[in-house]
């Protein structure tokens, strides 16, 4: 049964610092690893998706990775600013048509 | 382009009642996948659908159901609400027939059972 961890839990970090979020899941027969953003009582907005064929993928401030074999894929967020303040929620797409997500990283830029 | 539209965006019922949620995907998306969202759970998965076929279902009870239009529109029905199922629910698109398209979220429908 694929599981879907991300650590830390928050994070709080001054404005300008450079960071990492981690997501690790347990089966390694994914089809492709999403990050998505999301802010308070919204919908989830997506970041960067990559493909199991895939090594990374970068958009603007951010660069994901991914590392099937260990099951890891981390996102890499440049320069923060206060407007990155949100929940970062990585998603792995799995056989079935499913896609299990990780609990979340709550991230909080203070200014 | 426009996004997916979920409606309504917020509502109230009470205990025993039953609800339909709707979800409009972005056009030429013929995928169309549900989620419940609770502090308590996270993001859990609910059904997905593609060309008017359920081809998965999370673990909840048969009071959810849903079903896709031929126009690759879906709803949702909770029947005999508990006071456990206020969650937001959300509906997510994809362009792609299996599990290796990008999905794209709506804002979500905003269930308070009393």
């Known amino acids: 049964k694929q599981e879907v961890t991300q650590i830390p839990a928050a994070l709080s970090v001054p404005e300008g610092e450079n960071l990492v979020l981690n997501c690790s899941f347990t089966?390694?027969?994914?089809?492709?690893l999403q990050w998505f953003r999301q802010d308070p009582g919204k919908g989830l907005t997506s970041l960067l998706l990559?493909?199991?064929?895939?090594r990374e993928q970068t958009s603007g401030r951010l660069n994901a990775s991914l590392d099937k074999s260990s099951g890891r894929s981390t996102l890499y967020i440049a320069a923060s600013q206060p407007g990155d303040s949100a929940t970062y929620l990585c998603?792995?797409?799995?056989?079935?048509?499913?896609?299990?997500f990780g609990a979340g990283t709550r991230l909080f830029v203070k200014a | 382009k426009a996004g997916v539209t979920q409606t309504p965006r917020y509502l109230i019922k009470t205990r025993g009642q039953q609800v339909t949620l709707s979800c409009s995907p972005i056009s030429g998306h013929r995928s169309v996948s549900w989620y419940q969202q609770t502090p308590g759970q996270g993001l859990q998965f609910l059904f997905e659908?593609?060309?008017?076929?359920?081809?998965n279902k999370g673990n909840f009870p048969g009071r959810f159901s849903g079903r896709q239009f031929s126009n690759s529109r879906s709803e949702m029905n909770v029947s005999t609400l508990e006071l456990g199922d206020s969650a937001l629910y959300l509906c997510a698109s994809s362009l792609a027939e299996g599990p290796i398209g990008e999905l794209f979220f709506g804002e979500g429908s905003r269930l308070t059972v009393l």
């Open positions: 089966d390694s027969a994914i089809y492709n």
């Open positions: 659908y593609f060309s008017e076929t359920q081809r």
């Open positions: 998603a792995v797409g799995t056989g079935g048509f499913k896609t299990i």
């Open positions: 990559i493909q199991s064929s895939q």
